[in-house]
T-cell receptor
Framework: SAVISQKPSRDICQRGTSLTIQCQVD?????MFWYRQQPGQSLTLIAT?????????ESGFVIDKFPISRPNLTFSTLTVSNMSPEDSSIYLC???????????FGQGTRLTVV | AQTVTQSQPEMSVQEAETVTLSCTYD???????LFWYKQPPSRQMILVIR??????QNATENRFSVNFQKAAKSFSLKISDSQLGDAAMYFC???????????????FGKGTHLIIQP
């Protein structure tokens, strides 16, 4: 498995502001992903965080709204920009280690926008 | 695009009994991976079991086993000797082989809420 530290664990934010979520892994990983889980819903992939290049976004998600950085093989950030109440969700970081097939998840960030 | 369907929003089982959670998926790929994840109220996603599509043998992990029917595109999870700690949301997930082209994330079903009756 992988030890994944995701911060903050929760936050309450004012609409129109931005929040940056950090994901730190205890060892180098091949792939890092960001997911959104809206209240009572399943997980939806936002983007793949690529090391040293722009993230690959899924349909319905754009870089201006969800900028992602991945400066090295163990760290990534997701920013939720210009937040509205509709952005209230749990955001989860996920990683895949070299030679593994399964994905491991951070504990998630519960974001409430008021 | 692949889709994953879990048709049981909620299931209930008596402690110590067996329960089966259903999952079907749609894909045109021949090689892929399937997973069951558990999400307790702590919201931590925990991998329960995985299955490689090229393997005919059904995966087993202690009390958890799957019934993988590739032709039917079905991937059900059987939990034997249910325990109170098994209570959680269970998500079925699909993943293509890694390509590095942005299609490497998981596609999840909507989940099944499993209740364990003491």
């Amino acid at each position: 498995s992988a030890v994944i530290s995701q911060k903050p664990s929760r936050d309450i934010c004012q609409r129109g502001t931005s929040l940056t979520i950090q994901c730190q892994v205890d060892s180098q990983v091949t792939m890092m992903f960001w997911y959104r889980q809206q209240p009572g819903q399943s997980l939806t992939l936002i983007a793949t965080a690529n090391q040293g290049s722009e993230a690959t976004y899924e349909s319905g998600f754009v870089i201006d709204k969800f900028p992602i950085s991945r400066p090295n093989l163990t760290f990534s950030t997701l920013t939720v920009s210009n937040m509205s109440p509709e952005d209230s969700s749990i955001y989860l970081c996920s990683v895949v280690r070299p030679m593994n097939t399964e994905a491991f998840f951070g504990q998630g960030t519960r974001l409430t926008v008021v | 695009a692949q889709t994953v369907t879990q048709s049981q929003p909620e299931m209930s089982v008596q402690e110590a009994e067996t329960v089966t959670l259903s999952c079907t998926y749609d894909t045109s790929e021949s090689d892929y991976y399937l997973f069951w994840y558990k999400q307790p109220p702590s919201r931590q996603m925990i991998l329960v079991i995985r299955q490689e599509a090229y393997k005919q043998q059904n995966a087993t992990e202690n009390r958890f086993s799957v019934n993988f029917q590739k032709a039917a595109k079905s991937f059900s999870l059987k939990i034997s000797d249910s325990q109170l700690g098994d209570a959680a949301m269970y998500f079925c997930a699909y993943r293509s082989p890694y390509s590095g082209g942005g299609a490497d994330g998981l596609t999840f079903g909507k989940g099944t809420h499993l209740i364990i009756q003491p």
